[in-house]
């Protein structure tokens, strides 16, 4: 069966320190890749999504920046993070087009 | 763009009273609609889908496009129905999700 990893669980970072959140998808092949974010009070956002290895789409201009270096591997990154990048972080994927999303656990992300 | 608009952060009612959480949409295509649910500690997860047309555990919703809601209602709430619910527009050739801000239902005795 598929499953979707997450890590680290938590993370605690100083203002102007680099990020390298890790997503990662077993049981399956070729899948879209979703990262979301959710910051306080707010829904969930679309940051990036992916289709394939190497293909990268940005929903929103900000901060971050996201790879996918392997078909099930997917990474949001920054090299100098905001005290507004804090935020719960949502990976997710799905197999094709009009299938449900799966989401992983989710990283806590606090900027201080 | 599209939108998604979920009017309630929080939702409380009593045990066995009928609940609707309410969701309306902005997309000027053809709206394809999930309800996802958040039970504390468990991941966010796909409660239902409006193609579908399934009630999963007692919850149904009907996409109403001449008024763009897709209100998600359950005629007798229970305790473990308590959790966060967001509604979401998947657009595009990604199946992208727009969600909505969720609201909290709180199940009371």
């Known amino acids: 069966s598929q499953t979707i990893h997450q890590w680290p669980a938590t993370l605690v970072q100083p203002v102007g320190s680099p990020l390298s959140l890790e997503c990662t998808v077993e049981g399956t092949s070729n899948p879209n890749l979703y990262w979301y974010r959710q910051a306080a009070g707010r829904g969930l956002q679309l940051l990036f999504y992916?289709?394939?290895?190497?293909?990268i789409s940005s929903e929103v201009p900000q901060n971050l920046s996201a790879s996918r270096p392997q078909d099930r591997q997917f990474i949001l990154s920054s090299k100098k993070l905001l005290l507004s990048d804090s935020g719960f972080y949502l990976c997710?994927?799905?197999?094709?087009?009009?299938?449900?999303?799966?989401f992983g656990p989710g990283t806590r992300l606090t900027v201080l | 763009a599209q939108r998604v608009t979920q009017p309630e952060k929080l939702l409380s009612v009593f045990k066995g009273a009928p609940v609707e959480l309410k969701c309306n949409y902005s997309y000027s295509g053809s709206p394809e609609l999930f309800w996802y649910v958040q039970y504390s500690r468990q991941r966010l997860q796909l409660l239902l889908r409006?193609?579908s047309r399934e009630s999963i555990k007692g919850f149904t919703a009907d996409l109403n496009k001449g008024e763009t809601s897709f209100h998600l209602k359950k005629p007798f709430a229970q305790e473990e129905d308590s959790a966060m619910y967001y509604c979401a527009l998947s657009t595009g050739t990604a199946s992208k999700l727009t969600f909505g801000t969720g609201t909290r239902l709180q199940v009371t005795l």
């Open positions: 409006h193609i």
């Open positions: 997710a994927w799905n197999p094709d087009r009009g299938h449900e999303q799966f």
């Open positions: 992916s289709v394939g290895i190497g293909q």
